[in-house]
Each structure stands twice: as C-alpha cells, then as structure tokens.
C-alpha cells in the first residue's frame, strides 16, 4: 500500500487546483493507498526563512524549528511525493518556493553521502494556462523541467521524479457551457500523469531459497 505525501499550493480552494487535488487524492484512495494532503495556504505555512531554519554549513545536524521538523517527518513517512500547484511566472507560488527553502533543508533534503529521500518518487504537477506549443517554443517547459526534477528533486536523491503540465486550464475565455468538459478533461490528464509516474510500484523480485550444501 503506498503512502502518499499531496502538497497542495492554492489560496482558494474551488480553484480547479483544488479540484485536480481532491480528484486525484480519491482516486490514490480508491486505489488503496493513503494520502496526507499538506495545504499550505489552508495550514497557514509561513514561507519565509528566519534565522532558525537558516542553513548552518558548520551543522549538518542543526535542529531547525518544530513546524520545519514536522513536515520532514511527514515527507519521510510518504512513498510518494505529488505536488499540485498552478503555474505562476513560469515557476512555483512562492508560498511552495517558501516551503522547499525551509523544508528541504541542509542535512534534510540534502548535504549527506547517502540522501534520506533516495527511493522516494516526486511528481510536480503544474496547471498552466499557456499551450504546450508555447511552453516548447519558448523552452519554458524545459526550463521548469530542469528547475524542479533536476534542480531539487534529483538534487535530493529523488531520482523517480517527473515534471508534468496541465497546459490551457485558464478558464477565464472558455464559455460557460463547455467548462465542465474542460475540467473533466483536466483531471482525466492529471490521473494519467499520476498514474505514469507514481503508478503501482513493481513487485521485488523473488528471492531464491537457500539451497543446503552437504559435504
């Protein structure tokens, strides 16, 4: 059964962020797996860094504030990692931003030889408003797939770990009357990126019995 770790970042929640998150949050559930949904905006996350979750290079070990301690514990309890987030500047809210500076921390996420999040799996799931053949043309979706799969999540020992757009989920010009199937439309590629990435882990291999050796 995996444990999954869904960090939402969204001020409102009847956003069609919110509603890509509860979608995929039942479907995980459906799938008999587990979710611990971390909403920044509605858990009051404070992004900014104070002295006390400040890297220490001469501390590897340094205690960080309890809020911090808390979220990497439950980042160490997950298997998996979805984050859900709208696409803003072509980067991450910066209440998101906030939370990898604090959260991902020296000696946590990163700055040992044998990283505590290897064997994780991390989907970053962005909702654009912009067309993939924007994203492409501009390499804007190669610059965000470099940014977060390479930059933090593979810098961490995160080495499952994808980057997927939901391009054209700005509503705003869509008439009325054919949102609904833009939406379903929506969660239908979200569930297929989860299910791509953060799919049924394999089975271990079996292992081969013991064979008694007689002289």
Request: glycine share 8%.
């Amino acid at each position: 059964m995996s444990r999954t770790l869904m960090v939402v970042a969204h001020p409102r929640p009847d956003s069609l962020t919110a509603q890509v998150a509860a979608h995929l949050e039942a479907r995980i559930r459906d799938g008999g797996g587990t979710v611990d949904v971390l909403d920044l905006y509605a858990d009051g996350f404070d992004p900014r860094t104070y002295p006390a979750d400040e890297p220490d290079w001469t501390r590897r070990d340094k205690r960080y504030s309890d809020e911090v301690h808390a979220h990497m514990d439950r980042i160490l309890a997950a298997d998996d990692l979805l984050v859900v987030f709208p696409v803003w500047w072509y980067s991450l809210p910066a209440v998101l931003k906030g939370w990898v500076d604090r959260v991902w921390n020296y000696g946590f996420a990163y700055g040992r030889s044998a990283p505590k999040l290897a064997g994780k799996r991390m989907l970053w799931l962005g909702l654009a408003g912009g067309t993939a053949e924007q994203y492409a043309h501009t390499g804007l979706d190669r610059a965000m797939d470099i940014q977060l799969r390479v930059g933090i999540s593979e810098f961490s020992g995160i080495t499952a770990s994808a980057v997927r757009l939901l391009h054209g989920t700005e509503m705003t010009g869509v008439p009325a009357h054919l949102r609904p199937t833009r939406v379903r439309a929506t969660l239908a590629d979200a569930d297929a990126a989860r299910r791509e990435t953060l799919g049924a882990r394999p089975a271990p291999a079996p292992t081969a019995p013991l064979l008694e050796v007689t002289s």
